[in-house]
């Protein structure tokens, strides 16, 4: 699933404007262009940032590729722990929906939690995706 820039979670609104000052405008974009650390290396140098932030941002465009889990789900994730698709296809869905739910019901990160079910498709689909990122 493709996430357009402007529905980034996590990031700052100033990080969207230079993501799409220097030609970003959707997270494939964004993982493309940081699939390696020496991609994610220039692309924090170009927008003038550490090269953590852009870790960040690159685990989030890699999770997308999860269908089911937007913005704000990816909140949760990371809140959870889970910031990529290959620490999500490791985890048991029962544990990580109840963490979810602890989580939400703390932080009211979003109007709803998913579903138990939803949470064992994207571990499924997380096992399933070929892995983007190199570290």
């Known amino acids: ?3 357009q820039i402007n529905k980034f979670k996590g990031i700052s609104y100033e990080l969207k404007i230079e993501l799409k000052k220097h030609g970003f405008n959707n997270s494939d974009q964004v993982l493309e262009a940081t699939r390696t650390p020496a991609g994610r ?4 140098e170009s927008l003038g940032v550490d090269s953590r932030v852009v870790l960040e941002l690159a685990n989030r ?4 590729r ?3 889990i937007g913005g704000v789900f990816s909140d949760l994730l990371e809140q959870a722990g889970v910031d990529t698709v290959k620490e999500l ?3 048991r869905p029962d544990n990580l929906h109840a963490k979810l739910l602890e989580i ?3 932080k009211e ?4 939690t998913p579903t138990l079910k939803a949470v064992q498709d994207w571990v499924t689909q997380a096992g399933e995706l070929s ?5």
Request: aromatic content about 6%; hydrophobic content about 50%.
């Open 89 to 91: 296809a490791t985890r």
């Open 104 to 106: 939400n019901f703390e």
């Open 131 to 135: 892995r983007m990122l190199e570290y």
């Open 109 to 112: 990160l979003a109007g709803r």
């Open 41 to 44: 290396q220039s692309v924090a």
């Open 1 to 3: 699933m493709t996430i």
């Open 61 to 64: 465009a890699d999770l997308a």
């Open 66 to 68: 999860v269908n089911g």
